[in-house]
Structure formats: C-alpha cells, structure tokens
C-alpha cells in the first residue's frame, strides 16, 4: 500500500505544492485503513481528519471545533476529543504536545516514531522517520534499561525559507 511517505516531504513546501493531492491521499489512506481494520471512520472523524488536513499547520481542538461547528451543529468539545483520540489511535494524526494541538500524519500506514520539525515562524509542522536518530535513542535506552512505549520528538526551530526571510 502507498503511504503519504512514499512522497519526499518538502519543508518549507514548494510554491507550486498541490495541497489537494495531500488531503486527497490522507483521507483515502484514512478511509482504506479503518476498512482494513474493521473500524469506523464516522461523518465527524472523517470531518476532523480534513480540517487538519487543511494544511501543513498544527491545529488546536478548540479551532476544530469551531471550523467544524458550521458543519455540526450539536458538536462539543468532547465530540471532537473523541474523534481525536480515534485519529490518534489509528495512527492518522499525532498530537504536537508542546503545542498542544495536532497535525496529519504522513505516515499512516504503518507504526513508527516520529520527529516533528515545527517552524516558529510559518508554523508549519514536517514529520520525519528520522530512522538514525530513533536508532541512537533505542541504543541509549538499552543501554539505561529503559523500556520505551514510545518516542516522539519535536524541535522548534526556523524552516529554510523563513531562516531565509529573517535573513535578509
């Protein structure tokens, strides 16, 4: 199956970024996912799963709900904290804790640890694999007898185009 990181992420994206290809494929990966797996993609997840889509940006559960309000009358906080945690739960997003918000996942085929480079400037989040850096982490815990549940790494900092607009 073809995952959103089958595709090299740009960070910063390039102008000419087709983001409808990128909620395109994240909601059909979504969609084909929960079948597989026997769960539910119910009308509001599948809504909560576009609206984060709708860009490269980290996005609060209080904004969700009110972007997701028109569409959803009777929708409260716990509504979409619920279907945040199936998100979650299914590997279709990830929580950015120091921001307490969440962006899509583009890795939602399969298990994996995850590096978040979020730019201070744009605010613009890029999800790695780092595999090196989370095989040096595994080799630190090893060796301190830590079992790990999971690992989750995000670094602040300035992508390269906005290091290129503070420069000049």
């Known amino acids: 199956m073809t995952t959103l990181a089958d595709s090299k992420p740009d960070f910063p994206l390039p102008a000419a ?3 409808q290809q990128c909620v395109n494929k994240a909601l059909s990966t979504a969609e084909q996912l929960c079948v597989e ?3 539910q993609l119910t009308s509001i997840r599948h809504q909560v799963l576009a609206l984060i889509w709708e860009n490269h ?3 609060k559960a209080y904004d969700l709900l009110d972007r997701i309000k028109p569409l959803q009358q009777s929708a409260k906080p716990a509504t979409i904290y619920r279907a945040l945690d ?3 739960e299914q590997g279709l997003i990830h929580r950015v804790e120091s921001l307490n918000a969440f962006v899509g ?8 640890e995850q590096l978040l480079l979020i730019c201070k400037h744009c605010h613009e989040v890029e999800e790695r694999t780092a595999t090196q850096v989370m095989q040096a982490l595994s080799e630190e815990f090893t060796q301190a007898g830590f079992i790990a549940h999971s690992k989750a790494i995000e670094i602040h ?3 390269s185009k906005c290091a290129g607009l503070v420069a000049d």
Not at 105 to 112: I, K, L
């Open 17 to 19: 970024h087709d983001h």
């Open 37 to 39: 797996r026997g769960v």
């Open 57 to 59: 940006k980290a996005v």
């Open 86 to 88: 199936f998100l979650i």
């Open 105 to 112: 996942c583009r890795c939602s085929g399969h298990q994996h």
């Open 157 to 159: 900092g300035l992508c």
